[in-house]
């Protein structure tokens, strides 16, 4: 229940705070706040009052958003792994995101590596091809 709760409260705050009247309405807090300055002459008071303030929601902010990107990455991730099941891609890239940084840089190299030699092979094939398209022009001609 309190797991539902914080999910729905913190999809909703993160929808909002991108929201471009959000943006709107904490600029007009900090002009409000910057043309109260004269009136509280510039105290020390003033100065905390906006400090206080962001950095408050700024820490609050930081774990909703994060709580946030957590869900979209995992269900990204269950998204892709299905993909790579019912493909005919290869089975032991499912759950990669669990593996050390040093370890997926190792899988990413494979895969470049392996994407290199398909398109020399891609390209070595269409210049084979172009070639006897072109030597059966020349002999069709002759």
Same mark, same amino acid.
């Given at each position: @229940?309190?797991?539902? !709760?914080?999910?729905? @409260?913190?999809?909703?705050?993160?929808?909002?705070?991108?929201?471009?009247?959000?943006?709107?309405?904490?600029?007009?807090?900090?002009?409000?706040? !910057?043309?109260?300055?004269?009136?509280?002459?510039? &105290?020390?008071?003033?100065?905390?009052?906006?400090?206080?303030?962001?950095?408050?929601?700024?820490?609050?902010?930081?774990?909703?958003? =994060?709580?946030?990107q957590n869900r979209d990455g995992a269900a990204i991730q269950?998204?892709?792994?299905?993909?790579?099941?019912? &493909?005919?891609?290869?089975? =032991?890239?499912?759950?990669?995101?669990?593996?050390?940084?040093?370890?997926?840089?190792?899988?990413?190299?494979?895969?470049? #590596?392996?994407?290199?030699?398909?398109?020399?092979?891609?390209a070595e094939a269409a210049k084979k091809a172009a070639s006897?398209?072109?030597? #059966?022009?020349?002999?069709?001609? !002759?």
């Amino acid at each position: @229940m309190i797991e539902k !709760a914080f999910t729905w @409260m913190a999809n909703r705050v993160a929808h909002l705070a991108g929201l471009p009247p959000t943006f709107a309405i904490c600029v007009l807090i900090v002009v409000v706040w !910057a043309a109260s300055g004269p009136i509280f002459g510039f &105290s020390d008071t003033w100065q905390l009052v906006i400090n206080t303030g962001t950095t408050i929601v700024t820490f609050l902010m930081v774990f909703l958003i =994060q709580n946030t990107q957590n869900r979209d990455g995992a269900a990204i991730q269950a998204k892709l792994d299905e993909l790579i099941r019912v &493909s005919r891609a290869h089975n =032991q890239f499912i759950g990669i995101e669990h593996l050390t940084e040093s370890e997926v840089d190792e899988i990413r190299a494979k895969c470049e #590596a392996a994407a290199k030699r398909h398109d020399r092979k891609t390209a070595e094939a269409a210049k084979k091809a172009a070639s006897g398209k072109t030597g #059966a022009k020349k002999k069709a001609a !002759a």
